[in-house]
């Protein structure tokens, strides 16, 4: 049954509008292939930029291996000594006695100090790692880049 509001269409006239319908979306099809084209080669442009840049990084940290080395071993170096005065603080802020009954149940809490010490820690030897494997890899390298200087 077809409704009286709408009007009888020709079978011409369908087979026009099917053939728009498709013309349009053929050239939208194209138009979607030449956007993807355009954005590959785009991404593609973007990662050997980025990989040159990262190479050029690596080049630049490389030739300055003495330099990084030293500033590492510093940082290393102020790491612990906050760390061993931070310990030492606990030890001496440390709750004793019924203080520290009042801290293990909950009712006080803790000297900052004594919180702060393990975190302190953890940053000393993980800067010390950091600087143990810098240190490492300088002479690791001393031989090759004598051998490829001579």
Same mark, same amino acid.
């Given at each position: ?21 498709? #013309?349009?979306? =053929?050239?939208?099809?194209?138009? %979607? ?41 510093? =940082?290393? @170096? !102020?790491?612990? %000594?906050?760390?061993? *005065?931070?310990?030492?603080?606990? *030890? %001496? =802020? ?8 009042? *801290?293990?149940? #909950?009712?006080?809490?803790?000297? !900052? ?5 393990? %975190? ?6 993980? =800067?010390?790692?950091?600087?143990? #494997?810098?240190?490492?890899? @300088? ?5 090759? *880049? ?5």
């Amino acid at each position: 049954m077809q409704d009286k509001n709408i009007p009888k269409q020709s079978e011409e006239s369908w087979q026009t509008h099917a053939k728009r319908i498709y #013309g349009l979306a =053929a050239s939208g099809l194209t138009r %979607v292939q030449r956007t993807a084209e355009e954005l590959q080669r785009s991404a593609g442009e973007s990662m050997t930029e980025a990989s040159d840049k990262a190479c050029e990084l690596l080049r630049r940290a490389d030739a300055k291996t003495d330099e990084i080395t030293e500033q590492l071993d510093i =940082a290393a @170096k !102020a790491t612990r %000594v906050v760390a061993t *005065v931070a310990a030492a603080g606990a *030890v %001496v =802020a440390a709750p004793t006695g019924l203080t520290a009954l009042g *801290v293990t149940v #909950g009712l006080v809490s803790a000297p !900052a100090i004594v919180t702060a010490a393990p %975190v302190l820690l953890g940053v000393a030897a993980g =800067a010390a790692s950091i600087s143990a #494997g810098a240190s490492l890899y @300088k002479k690791y390298r001393s031989p090759k *880049v004598a051998k490829d200087e001579a």
